[in-house]
């Protein structure tokens, strides 16, 4: 056995681990499981299923990754969980594989899953989201590049979430969330723009002003989706990023999206 895989921890025959993976004390790795080079998998955590990691991720302590679906219709077969490179699962945390067979729930690349975390079945998250301490989503939501979810707030079933929008701490999140705002409360309600997510996520002025321009348009005019939608579309600069991914994601909502506050 590797001198990086401590001599008390489990890995069941058929697992595939690069050569310069490290697993630490009691921790548990299953058959069906693929380790990319540089991954790190501290004492006590569990991999499990049919499940994929791509390079330098690190699974702290006490982690439960790629468990079965706690979904009741789950009737067998192989669901997956596919993961990117360079992710943090911080200790505690849950991941848990599809429900239909051939299934997976996906994450991206660099995103940092606080403590007690919890992503359901078929989810599918993007690229540098921050889910802080015990953040929650339910089956089947999206979220996209550069979400931050503060502690505790939960996201129900079918939900997607805009990138580089920000969630509030301990908010209820029952519809889709544009892409570029904040949304807080319980029930969640649109609080304003993201200024500070989207410069440091290198918005220039102009599409910072944009994301204030968009904000007013959908909730401070009081526009119902569609009617936004048509006034975006009709805008000169429609065609340019932000305005276009905001058209997108209203164009493809099906739960409504977050109202705005009162």
Do not use: W
Request: some cysteine; charged content about 20%; aromatic content about 8%.
């Amino acid at each position: 056995m590797s001198d990086r895989i401590h001599p008390t921890a489990i890995i069941e025959e058929g697992a595939r681990l690069h050569e310069t993976v490290t697993v630490g004390p009691y921790a548990f790795v299953g058959a069906k499981v693929t380790l990319g080079a540089r991954c790190e998998v501290g004492h006590h955590a569990s991999i499990m299923g049919a499940t994929t990691m791509g390079v330098g991720n690190r699974i702290f302590p006490y982690a439960a990754v790629g468990f079965p679906t706690q979904d009741l219709k789950f009737k067998g077969g192989e669901p997956r969980l596919e993961v990117g490179e360079n992710n943090v699962f911080r200790e505690f945390c849950t991941v848990h594989t599809a429900t239909e067979a051939e299934q997976a729930t996906i994450i991206g690349n660099e995103n940092h899953l606080l403590a007690y975390i919890h992503i359901a079945h078929d989810c599918i998250l993007g690229n540098r989201i921050i889910m802080s301490n015990n953040a929650t989503l339910a089956g089947h939501v999206t979220v996209e590049d550069g979400v931050v979810m503060g502690g505790y707030a939960g996201v129900h079933q079918f939900v997607r979430v805009g990138r580089l929008s920000m969630l509030g701490g301990m908010s209820k999140i029952t519809q889709d969330v544009p892409p570029f705002f904040i949304a807080d409360g319980n029930p969640a309600a649109m609080r304003a723009v993201n200024t500070v997510g989207l410069e440091r996520n290198g918005f220039t002025k102009e599409q910072v002003d944009a994301a204030r321009k968009m904000y007013r348009i959908i909730y401070r005019e009081k526009r119902n989706r569609r009617q936004a939608i048509e006034y975006l579309r009709d805008l000169p600069e429609a065609g340019e990023n932000p305005y276009a991914a905001m058209i997108t994601f209203l164009e493809k909502v099906q739960r409504g999206i977050v109202p705005g506050s009162s």
